[in-house]
């Protein structure tokens, strides 16, 4: 009985931990940026060329 309480304790701090992290994730912004730093460096070619371009 007494692992029981333990156990079901612990499932629950746990999971709170869980749930709180990816509600503070989602309301602080941190998936906003869709385009990261290391998709954009596939692309710093083009973008030098086309700023070549335009001057």
């Given at each position: 009985m007494r692992n029981d309480l333990f156990s079901?304790?612990?499932q629950h701090f746990v999971?709170?931990?869980i749930s709180g992290g990816f509600f503070w994730a989602i309301k602080s912004g941190q998936n906003d940026d869709t385009f990261?730093?290391?998709?954009?460096?596939l692309f710093d070619d083009e973008m030098i060329e086309k700023e070549q371009r335009n001057k």
């Open positions: 079901y304790r612990l999971s709170n931990d990261t730093p290391a998709v954009r460096i």
